[in-house]
Nanobody, 124 residues
Framework: QVQLVESGGGLVQAGGSLRLSCAAS????????MGWFRQAPGKERELVAA????????YYADSMKGRFTISRDNAKNTVYLQMSSLKPEDTAVYFC?????????????????WGQGTQVTVSS
């Protein structure tokens, strides 16, 4: 089992950048595929990006490609989401999630563990 705690959210102007962090407990962090999801008010939770256990394989939702970068540091039990060129439509609560298995997946139901979320607000 793993516990996840996100941090780094906040208020930023359009065009700005933020880096989210997700700290995981447990000694087997490197055996989990990880993902970042987001949920805006009145909308369904959606996948932002995902990463394999080694960091060698990554996935991005189309609207995030070229603007967001997911990475991980297994020595620090942490996964990151670097967000740049932020837009007001990126405003949402961002969640970190972990799944059993070395690869990443794109479906919400593939992830067993979730953090509490961190709010990102992008002003125009």
């Amino acid at each position: 089992q793993v516990q996840l705690v996100e941090s780094g959210g906040g208020l930023v102007q359009a065009g700005g950048s933020l880096r989210l962090s997700c700290a995981a407990s447990g000694r087997t962090f490197s055996s989990y595929g990880m993902g970042w999801f987001r949920q805006a008010p009145g909308k369904e939770r959606e996948l932002v990006a995902a990463i394999s256990w080694s960091g060698d394989s990554t996935y991005y939702a189309d609207s995030m490609k070229g603007r967001f970068t997911i990475s991980r540091d297994n020595a620090k039990n942490t996964v990151y989401l670097q967000m740049s060129s932020l837009k007001p439509e990126d405003t949402a609560v961002y969640f970190c999630a972990a799944r059993h298995g070395l690869g990443y997946r794109v479906r919400i139901n593939d992830y067993a563990y979730w953090g509490q979320g961190t709010q990102v607000t992008v002003s125009s």
